[in-house]
């Protein structure tokens, strides 16, 4: 089988491997289509996970069994499948808790073990869900990047009728904001300084788009009478804007910390006003076990407009193009790679 084997920092090399064998409670999983994370990126370029290169990333991804081991027979072979990519010890506090991003020996598929950037995968079998046939890959492969929003969401317990400031229109925050308008939230802002990236997010559900930074802190105020939004979602991972979200959100308000920054980078929170204010702020990384299974539901019965998500696709030779030129295409939400 063919594998794309991030080598260093900006260079993939296409390899050629055995086809793995399942082992008792694990499936073969041949792929079809991967996404193209954020992660995978910073990967690509240095920032993230250097240490665990060379590497096969890719961890979007959808395919169909190709083979079982030993084990129940709750899946069968040739039937479409997603796959949860975080991989707990399943006995530790974290884990007995579904708090399994937090196992000390957790594994994430693409990240810290070989991922989907290849023709074929063997991965737990309980990590496996069943998808519906009619449903197409380039949909299938947006179910864990909405799982990741999913779970914000959760954590944030957002409902109908709060305020919500998305702060970056970038793939997750376009994601962020469809997710914000099913649940109810309103009215719905989003910010960035690409003027295009903005007007996307406003085809799909923002109620009002911001590209000029001077203008944001007065068009929220306005909106919302002067209070600040209930939730600020950040979702581009840039201390700087973290910053700005604490002047954005109401007394009593939450921040989304979604936006991955570097490893030491801090927020300067006032302590006394956080208590008196009752603000709060929670992290929220990567979507896991009920969340795939909502953002399935959610994607399947089109809660969640698919189609800007898939205008760059590029066969698993073409990867490295596919890498180097996406800061060229502003207009591109995501790339999908097509095995």
Not at 168 to 183: D, E, K, S, Y
Not at 273 to 279: A, R
Not at 316 to 322: G, P
Request: aromatic letters at 4%.
């Amino acid at each position: 089988m063919r594998v794309a084997v991030l080598a260093a920092p900006g260079r993939f090399e296409i390899e050629t491997r055995p086809i793995p064998r399942p082992g008792a409670g694990e499936a073969l999983i041949k792929i079809s289509r991967v996404g193209i994370c954020g992660t995978d990126l910073h990967m690509f370029n240095g920032h993230y996970a250097a240490d665990n290169l060379p590497l096969v990333p890719g961890h979007e991804f959808t395919g169909t069994i190709a083979a079982l081991g030993e084990g129940p027979e709750r899946l069968r072979v040739g039937q479409k499948v997603v796959v949860d990519m975080n991989i707990g010890c399943g006995n530790c506090y974290w884990c007995r808790r579904q708090e399994i991003l937090s196992c000390p020996s957790m594994h994430q598929i693409g990240i810290t073990m070989d991922g989907a950037f290849s023709e074929y995968i063997c991965v737990p079998e309980r990590l496996v869900i069943a998808a519906p046939d009619d449903v197409p890959d380039a949909v299938l492969a947006l179910v864990e990047p909405l799982a990741c929003v999913v779970r914000a969401a959760r954590k944030s317990q957002v409902t109908f009728g709060q305020s919500v400031v998305v702060i970056g229109a970038g793939p997750m925050g376009n994601l962020h904001v469809q997710l914000m308008r099913t649940i109810g939230a309103a009215p719905i802002i989003v910010t960035d300084l690409s003027q295009m990236r903005v007007d996307m997010a406003c085809a799909v559900g923002a109620d009002i788009g911001v590209a000029d930074p001077e203008a944001l802190h007065r068009t929220v105020m306005d909106v919302t009478d002067g209070r600040g939004a209930d939730i600020i979602i950040e979702s581009v991972g840039d201390p700087a804007l973290y910053g700005l979200a604490t002047t954005l959100m109401r007394k009593g308000g939450h921040i989304a910390a979604f936006g991955l920054t570097g490893a030491g980078e801090t927020l300067a929170v006032d302590i006394l006003s956080t208590i008196l204010e009752e603000n709060s702020i929670k992290g929220s990384v990567a979507g896991i076990g009920q969340d795939m299974h909502d953002a399935l539901t959610l994607l399947v019965h089109g809660r969640i407009d698919p189609s800007l998500f898939s205008s760059a696709v590029f066969d698993l030779d073409d990867i490295q193009a596919a890498f180097d030129t996406h800061g060229k295409r502003p207009g591109d939400l995501k790339s999908q790679i097509i095995i």
